[in-house]
């Protein structure tokens, strides 16, 4: 690198002071001839051929350095002719253990080989199967859905059938229901229509006679059930005590008498029972009282405001009273020993009122008197409106 810098100086000062010195061989001599120009154009061409050749001269150093790097010095050595034997030696016995060491490598190659062969086979093997299982995967998916829409037809069908089915049986059972209710009302009235008869044969009542005739014959029928009732079914003990418990029933006895329909079947002309006198009124009494008998939570009492009587009483009223529902029907007036005027007030108050709340002094059959509470409502609706169901439990 010195001798690079070196000559790149000595160059740079020789090209230098060469045109320098012709400049100033022009610059100091003055310009009377022609021969001074020339003299500098001979200076300025004696220095450019002087560095063209140095110059050339640092390109062939140049070539030689680059030579020499390009080419390492390799120190001669001494060779042992013994020790390069056994070197010799060395390398044969390695080579041929790396020989033997590639064969094995070799064999083991081919053995991974034929494993990674079988392996790709069974791979092979294994894809097909799936492919296999997937198609009958798909061909059993196929089948379900075709089997699961099939059967969502069929269910839909049995569901509109089973629901076309349970119309058909509703409507069956609406019509048993109401056949059973006309059954139930025709044996009231074919019951009462042999009683009816039996009176006719009897005695024949006149015009002006004839509904007081149909009253006392289903009395005369209250009376006789009352008396074929045996003793051990007769409820011992009252359950109503309270209010509450009273306007409970109550509204249960006129729900009950409301649910009635009015008896009209033998009421026309065309009636096949044209000789026996029959009225609608009398059977409807007899429908209601035979329904308000089984009422024996308290003593149900059934009163007509058209008649200014006390038509039925249940067979409480012996618990209560002592007296038989007869008895206390035909003589309630005289049986109450204090309240007549609170039991018309409570009458009148139902004109206004759904009911009404009093309390009276009756008569036992002991001859004591007994307070009682009376829990009086109006039926607004059907066959029996306006008629007046009374609950009586004691104070």
């Not at 450019?48 to 050749?53: D, E, G, I, N």
């Not at 306007?247 to 096949?272: E, M, P, V, W, Y």
């Not at 035979?290 to 006390?310: A, F, H, M, P, W």
């Not at 039991?343 to 009756?362: E, N, P, Y």
Request: glycine share 6%; aromatic share 6%.
């Amino acid at each position: 690198m010195p001798i690079k810098i070196l000559s790149r100086m000595n160059i740079s000062g020789i090209i230098v002071g060469q045109y320098l010195l012709a400049t100033l061989a022009v610059s100091i001599f003055p310009f009377k001839s022609w021969g001074t120009i020339g003299f500098g154009l001979i200076l300025a061409s004696i220095g450019s051929l002087a560095t063209f050749l140095l110059l050339k001269k640092w390109e062939s150093h140049l070539k030689k350095e680059r030579v020499n790097v390009s080419k390492p010095s390799i120190p001669a050595t001494k060779i042992d002719p013994f020790y390069s034997e056994a070197r010799f030696q060395e390398i044969e016995k390695t080579l041929i253990e790396s020989q033997s060491r590639q064969k094995e490598l070799i064999e083991e190659l081919n053995v991974k080989n034929e494993s990674l062969h079988k392996i790709e086979k069974e791979k092979v093997q294994f894809e097909n199967r799936i492919g296999d299982v997937h198609h009958e995967l798909n061909a059993l998916k196929t089948n379900s859905e075709e089997e699961i829409r099939r059967k969502s037809v069929l269910l839909s069908e049995y569901q509109e059938t089973i629901n076309q089915q349970r119309d058909v049986i509703k409507k069956k059972q609406e019509l048993i229901a109401e056949l059973e209710s006309k059954v139930q009302d025709l044996n009231y009235e074919v019951k009462t229509l042999l009683q009816l008869a039996e009176l006719g044969n009897k005695t024949t009542p006149t015009n002006n006679q004839k509904e007081m005739t149909t009253h006392e014959s289903a009395e005369s029928y209250m009376v006789e059930m009352y008396e074929e009732e045996k003793p051990e079914n007769r409820t011992q003990n009252l359950l109503i005590k309270t209010p509450e418990e009273a306007s409970s029933h109550l509204k249960r006895c006129i729900d009950i008498a409301q649910k009635i329909t009015g008896a009209n079947r033998f009421g026309n002309g065309n009636s096949r029972f044209k000789d026996i006198p029959i009225d609608n009124r009398a059977l409807d009494l007899r429908r209601l009282f035979d329904n308000l008998r089984c009422e024996n939570s308290g003593t149900v009492i059934v009163y007509s405001q058209k008649d200014n009587k006390l038509l039925f009483a249940n067979n409480q009223t012996t618990n209560l009273l002592g007296w038989s529902p007869d008895k206390l029907t035909n003589h309630f007036s005289e049986i109450i020993a204090e309240g007549t005027q609170e039991w018309k007030k409570g009458i009148g108050a139902l004109s206004t009122t759904s009911d009404s709340k009093l309390r009276l002094v009756m008569k036992t059959k002991s001859g004591q008197n007994l307070l009682v509470h009376c829990h009086l409502g109006i039926i607004p609706t059907g066959a029996f409106r306006n008629h007046i169901i009374g609950i009586l439990y004691p104070a």
